[in-house]
């Protein structure tokens, strides 16, 4: 296997370090001091991290057309303080660990349609998206005593994977690396055996992806979700775990979905469906999701002045 250049191994080795060094610290704080610092972090990378916060309004533009200028401008420093609580918090996880029943509510409601979808014993494929707190999210159920695994992408330093996989572990979600060997099986099997697996969907990533309408604009949407469904009949929940006050509450909803035997039409109709459920959790709290992310990069094959369609490209 080729090497990276000596330069760009020893940017991540000192980023690997400097992460190590950061969780080291926050790891042994209580949580509100953790928050505080967070929201700290936030509002410097607002400040500095021009080419973040140019996307960020970018994408608030879009999606927001009817808003003012002033006011997508606070809702991008609002997203940029609420990502750096979100990250401090999850790194003082043994203080979270501690409260994290009362901490992340999770109304019964809720939690029966979890249980329910569980009950068809055929598994439930889990779909959220990078919104208010995703690995909350996971640690909460997980740690309920619901058997969980995620589907995630491996880091560009195996250094940075292992750590990621070591925390997710900890907190009893397992993981299942996109583009590993066997991981296509991996999650055949986890649904055949009356699991959840969850899945992100709300990035625009090189995988394969459908265009759908997301905030009244086409955008290439991972269909993996929708093709496990459609494949072996495992129920569909999506879910969020959003900040409310100091903590956060858990939304879950089962979305139900007869096929029409087309099976392609089924995973447009289907990731659409899942789209809009993300959409909605987004307007609820819409300073609480990942603005600067380009969520609408990718334009359909008929828009040929811009790159082709992640669906027609592979998964890496």
């Not at 093709?227 to 100091?246: H, I, P």
Request: hydrophobic residues 45%; contains cysteine.
């Amino acid at each position: 296997m080729e090497h990276p250049p000596l330069p760009k191994r020893l940017k991540r080795f000192l980023r690997y370090l400097l992460i190590r060094a950061i969780l080291s610290i926050v790891s042994r704080l209580p949580l509100g001091l953790a928050r505080w610092l967070g929201a700290g972090f936030g509002r410097l990378g607002f400040a500095v991290a021009g080419g973040e916060r140019r996307k960020a309004l970018k994408s608030l533009a879009r999606a927001f057309p009817e808003k003012s200028d002033a006011e997508r401008q606070a809702l991008a420093r609002a997203s940029f303080r609420h990502l750096g609580m979100a990250a401090f918090e999850v790194g003082a996880i043994s203080a979270a660990d501690r409260r994290l029943e009362e901490w992340v509510r999770w109304p019964e409601e809720d939690r029966r349609v979890l249980e329910a979808a569980l009950a068809r014993g055929r598994g439930v494929v889990f779909v959220s998206g990078h919104v208010g707190n995703w690995e909350l999210l996971a640690r909460r159920v997980a740690r309920a005593g619901f058997p969980s695994q995620s589907i995630a992408k491996e880091t560009s330093d195996p250094r940075l994977t292992t750590l990621v996989e070591r925390f997710r572990a900890r907190g009893g979600v397992r993981s299942i690396w996109r583009g590993q060997e066997g991981a296509a099986r991996a999650m055949l099997r986890a649904l055949k055996s009356g699991e959840i697996l969850g899945l992100l969907i709300d990035q625009d990533t090189r995988v394969q992806s459908l265009f759908v309408p997301f905030f009244g604009e086409l955008a290439a949407t991972p269909r993996a979700a929708a093709d496990l469904a459609l494949r072996t009949g495992a129920a569909v929940v999506v879910g969020f775990c959003q900040r409310e006050g100091d903590g956060y509450r858990l939304w879950m909803e089962e979305v139900s979905f007869q096929p029409g035997g087309d099976r392609e039409a089924d995973a447009l109709a289907l990731t659409a469906a899942l789209s809009e459920r993300i959409e909605s959790a987004i307007r609820r709290a819409p300073e609480q999701w990942v603005w600067m992310h380009q969520r609408w990069k990718t334009r359909p094959p008929e828009q040929p002045d811009v790159l082709p369609a992640a669906a027609s490209a592979p998964s890496r």
